[in-house]
Antibody, heavy 118, light 110 residues
Framework: QVQLQESGPGLVKPSQTLSLSCTVS??????????WSWIRQPPGKGLEWIGY???????YYTPSLKSRLTISVDTSKNQLSLKLRSVTAADTAVYYC??????????WGQGTLVTVSS | QTVVTQEPSFSVSPGGTVTLTCGLS?????????PSWYQQTPGQAPRTLIY???IRSSGVPDRFSGSILGNKAALTITGAQADDESDYFC??????????FGGGTKLTVL
């Protein structure tokens, strides 16, 4: 059973960088059969796909965030990471990591709330 | 940019059948979009219900089914139960590595 766990600061100041990690257990991020994704959900709103990464480092980002976004992977730690630069209040959301197995998300982390506020 | 559309809300009586849809602001949804469906209750992570149009995820009751109806993907709940009251999100693979979620449907069972 694959499990994912997000971690990182719950509060980020405007204009700073939001940094999150997701640790994968019960499976290898290097298995080659999956992409590893970040998804977010502003309070009371819907889901927004942020982007995903293959273990090789190949990435795909949603166009609206591409200029501020970096997703990376550390295969030695079985982790993926998210960095979102120049954040505003609009980036306040629950951030989820998830495994993408052939165009659908089959395993999800529990999510972590990140609030952007001074 | 293409928008994925869903009904904002829907209601169904206990034991009834409801069909939620997932469309495109421009064009038709086909199996090539690998439509998937997710159920979410407040405070919880989404749960995968259906993927690749009509494949039920492990442990999902067979009262949930997926299909293509006309130019949209559809999620049908047959024999709705009280604990089916949730938000339902569809997701489409748009090609070139891009996926998009619909805005979600809030389903009420009453």
């Amino acid at each position: 059973q694959v499990q994912l766990q997000e971690s990182g600061p719950g509060l980020v100041k405007p204009s700073q960088t939001l940094s999150l990690s997701c640790t994968v257990s019960g499976g290898s991020i290097s298995s080659g059969d999956s992409f590893w994704s970040w998804i977010r959900q502003p309070p009371g709103k819907g889901l927004e796909w942020i982007g995903y990464i293959y273990y090789s480092g190949r990435t795909y980002y949603t166009p609206s965030l591409k200029s501020r976004l970096t997703i990376s992977v550390d295969t030695s730690k079985n982790q993926l990471s998210l960095k979102l630069r120049s954040v505003t209040a609009a980036d306040t959301a629950v951030y989820y990591c998830a495994r993408d197995l052939h165009h659908h998300f089959d395993y999800w982390g529990q999510g972590t709330l990140v609030t952007v506020s001074s | 940019q293409t928008v994925v559309t869903q009904e904002p809300s829907f209601s169904v009586s206990p034991g009834g059948t409801v069909t939620l849809t997932c469309g495109l602001s421009s064009g038709s949804v086909s199996t090539s979009y690998y439509p998937s469906w997710y159920q979410q209750t407040p405070g919880q992570a989404p749960r995968t219900l259906i993927y690749s149009t009509n494949i039920r995820s492990s442990g999902v009751p067979d009262r949930f089914s997926g299909s293509i109806l006309g130019n949209k993907a559809a999620l049908t709940i047959t024999g709705a139960q009280a604990d089916d009251e949730s938000d339902y999100f569809c997701m489409l693979y748009m090609g070139s590595g891009i996926v998009v979620f619909g805005g979600g449907t809030k389903l009420t069972v009453l």
